[in-house]
């Protein structure tokens, strides 16, 4: 045990997928030809005047309700001066001390079941800076760098959390399911890849039983959980050795290093007041309706959490199943409507297992396939009805994957349908037993095990048709009379 505890607080930024900017009509893109996508506004030319995006806004409230916030009666935006070359106007518009949305709390689920409860601080409405691409990829000792104004404007919601997380798991178990809520908002399509949801982490140590904070640093940007969980663990790593040899941490922007797991220190951490934020005068007061908040809470959507508890309690999926079937609304859709027609348990253990290793070869989504949720439900019914062995099932998803054809139909082409007839596999489990004195033997020793050696040569014999289970008894009666 560490004599050292950490103190972890994040601040995510996401952008949000409306159709157009956040002060300006330009429309937002990924991939198109650099700078196509750009005006005399976001361009930051001489004597232009910024206008709200109301799309923009109505996300962030969408975004404040759902995480609980306290919602501003009247919030305004604020100028961030710093230059920059992806700065045109050398300053951001941000919200500073009056952001839209205030403090709220959201509450994630760790594997075993119990909950990380993490305040939210803050979540305000701002415009991203345009891309900058530096030749050979590093800043330092780049040969040029080009810079891309078609990400300038793109509306942004600061997320910023309080330090309430201990350790780097439970900060990327946080993470994931705060970008699953967000997902299931609609908000924004948070692919951490492409940098449409970026996230930092405030780091600091203290010893266990203190009070007081320690210094904190601030890991830049890491764009996976993994790196995010292993960035987090490798700087406090760092600070646990710096304090346990004497040393003092330093108030600094670090680096995370994937590829040689190293911390590396970017520059020394700017004070707010750095920023001499101050009101921007060509923007009015956000000021929404209680009305129109009151109608976005009303019309959230089942989120996450919720939803997560109730495949648990209500539908005995384990937590495991929940968290995984809940990664995307349109997973969750697919999985509801097989599990209305079968056990929920068994559609989980499905689509889950089989369906998503079979499609992840054909690079597809369950609800991009030919397994329509209708298809899936008629196989698991097969399944649980005995009419086809799982192994058979599994062959039978294979051809509906490839063919499109209903399941049923497999079955009877395919001629897949489960031996029931006892007498048939006593028959074959009977030449099994005799061709394979040595195991039998072993079962008679007591060896358990082997019994699943039977069922294998069982299932070879009949190709997968024969009921596992059934092979098992028939041995056990054959072999030890039973
Ligand atoms: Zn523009």
């Known amino acids: 045990m560490s004599a050292y505890e950490p103190v972890i607080g994040v601040e995510i930024h996401v952008q949000l997928s409306t159709r157009t900017k956040m002060f300006c009509g330009c429309e937002l893109s990924f991939g198109d030809p650099p700078n196509t996508h750009t005006c005399p506004v976001c361009l930051a030319h001489p004597g232009v ?120 798991s439970d900060a990327a178990v946080f993470l994931r399911q705060l970008r699953q809520t967000l997902l299931f908002l609609g908000v924004s399509d948070c692919s951490m890849e492409e940098g449409s949801m970026r996230a930092d982490a405030n780091v600091s140590i203290r010893p266990v039983g203190a009070d007081q904070f320690g210094t904190k640093t601030e890991l830049k940007n890491m764009n996976s959980f993994r790196f995010l969980e292993r960035g987090i663990d490798a700087e406090i790593a760092r600070q646990t050795a710096i304090l346990g ?103 989980a253990n499905w689509i889950r297992g089989e369906l998503r290793a079979q499609l992840r070869e054909a690079g597809q989504d369950p609800w991009e396939s030919t397994v329509t949720p209708a298809r899936m439900a008629a196989l698991v019914g097969l399944v649980e009805s005995g009419a086809v062995s799982v192994p058979a099932a599994k062959e039978v998803l294979a051809e509906v994957i490839s063919s499109g054809t209903e399941p049923a139909d497999v079955v009877e082409a395919k001629g897949l349908g489960q031996i029931s007839d006892e007498d048939e596999l006593a028959a074959i489990v009977a030449e099994i037993v005799a061709a394979n004195p040595v195991q039998a033997q072993q079962l008679r020793d007591g060896k358990d095990k082997v019994i699943g050696f039977f069922v294998g040569k069982a299932m070879a014999q009949t190709g997968g048709r024969a009921d596992p289970q059934a092979v098992q008894r028939l041995v056990r009666a054959a072999v030890l009379g039973q």
């Open 49 to 168: 005047l910024p206008v709200v995006n109301e799309e923009a806004v109505r996300r962030a409230l969408l975004i404040g309700v759902a995480l609980g916030c306290e919602v501003a009666p009247r919030s305004i935006f604020h100028r961030k001066n710093y230059f920059y070359p992806d700065l045109p106007k050398a300053y951001q518009i941000s919200q500073f001390d009056i952001p839209i949305c205030g403090r709220g709390e959201f509450i994630a689920i760790r594997d075993d079941g119990s909950e990380i409860r993490v305040g939210i601080t803050r979540a305000h409405l701002e415009e991203d800076a345009a891309k900058l691409t530096h030749a050979g990829g590093r800043r330092v000792g780049a040969a040029g760098s080009v810079v891309d104004f078609n990400r300038g404007g793109t509306p942004l919601v600061e997320i910023v959390t309080e330090p309430d997380l201990r350790s780097a």
């Open 245 to 347: 040899s004497g040393g003092q941490v330093t108030q600094e922007t670090v680096h995370f290093e994937p590829e040689t797991g190293a911390i590396t220190s970017l520059r020394s951490k700017e004070e707010s007041h750095d920023y001499r934020y101050f009101p921007e005068p060509d923007l009015v007061p956000l000021a929404p309706d209680p009305s129109w908040v009151a109608e976005l809470r009303a019309g959230l959507p089942e989120l996450p959490l919720p939803l997560r508890r109730r495949m648990v309690d209500e539908m005995g999926l384990t937590t495991e199943d929940a968290e995984v079937l809940t990664d995307s609304p349109a997973l969750v859709a697919y999985f509801m409507e097989v599990a209305a027609a079968v056990d929920p348990k068994a559609a």
